[in-house]
Each structure stands twice: as structure tokens, then as C-alpha cells.
């Protein structure tokens, strides 16, 4: 018993080793770093993403809103806790392949689109909202202005 207990730690290491590397050689190849940016071209680093990229670019937001104005928190570490978050389930999704297609949002991050989109339209949607610009109780902006940040619909 004593003999196969001393294997354990270089099972363990060996183990820690694999998971450390794969997951390395997944962040290089999937051009992780850019993620960590505000460009949005980072978005189509994987091809699922191409056709919410080429709406956005033709939507009505493109000169005044980047992906992350819309789908991530504007303070620093709410920021980037979110997109570690997403960035591992899309990682999970897209090496499993067992997304859906066509890409959806989630419902957490439709409540941060909503509340991303009633912060940077306060001073409209306090005017005309019966919440006051309460983004939890609001209609869902998007419900109306779905092709606001990604283009006309298909």
C-alpha cells in the first residue's frame, strides 16, 4: 500500500502537467490574448461569431459601440471577470462542439445587454420609461431595437 501511494504525487504532477499544457496550447491557439482587448475583430477569431460581426459592422451602433460598450461590464474587474467567464464556456462549447447553432445569448448576459444599453441611453430612457430607467423592471430594449447592435436580421 505504502509503494503505490508514492506514485501518487507524480501521477498528480503528471496530470497537472497535461491539463497546464493543453490549456496553454488552446489560449495560444485560440489567439486568447486578444480576447483581453477592445478590438472586435477578436471576435471572429473563431468563425461562429463571423455573422454577429459582419451585422454589427453594418448596424446602426458600429461608429460609437464596440462589443465589449454592449456584452461586458464597464468597470475593470467585472470586465474582465466576464470575459474569463464566457470565454470559458465558448472555449468548452467550440472544443466539444456542443454549442447551439445559431450562437445564442445567454440569459445573464442578456441582463448585462440590458442594463449596458439603459447606462449608455439614461437620459432617453428616463424620460419615457414608467421604471425610470431601470433596466431589471424595463421592456427588454432589444425586443424593439433587435437590429441596433448586429444589423438588419436575416
Known amino acids: 500500500m505504502k509503494n503505490s501511494l508514492t506514485w501518487l504525487p507524480i501521477v498528480l504532477s503528471g496530470l497537472i502537467g497535461v491539463l497546464i499544457g493543453l490549456s496553454s496550447y488552446t489560449f495560444y491557439h485560440a489567439r486568447g490574448l486578444s480576447y483581453l482587448?477592445?478590438?472586435?475583430?477578436?471576435?471572429?477569431?473563431?468563425?461562429?461569431?463571423r455573422d454577429q460581426y459582419d451585422g454589427w459592422q453594418k448596424g446602426s451602433h458600429h461608429a460609437v459601440a464596440t462589443c465589449n460598450d454592449c456584452h461586458v461590464p464597464h468597470d475593470f474587474i467585472g470586465k474582465y471577470l466576464a470575459k474569463a467567464e464566457n470565454g470559458f464556456w465558448h472555449s468548452k462549447g467550440f472544443t466539444l462542439q456542443d454549442f447551439h447553432e445559431p450562437i445564442q445569448i445567454k440569459e445573464k448576459n442578456k441582463v448585462l445587454l440590458q442594463e449596458n444599453?439603459?447606462?449608455?441611453?439614461?437620459?432617453?430612457?428616463?424620460?419615457?420609461?414608467p421604471h425610470s430607467g431601470?433596466?431589471?423592471?424595463?421592456?427588454?430594449?432589444v425586443h424593439c431595437h433587435a437590429a441596433v447592435g448586429h444589423g438588419p436580421a436575416r
Open 134 to 141: 431601470d433596466a431589471q423592471t424595463m421592456l427588454d430594449c
Open 117 to 129: 444599453c439603459v447606462a449608455c441611453h439614461a437620459g432617453l430612457v428616463n424620460d419615457i420609461s
Open 37 to 49: 482587448s477592445n478590438d472586435p475583430t477578436a471576435c471572429v477569431n473563431c468563425h461562429i461569431m
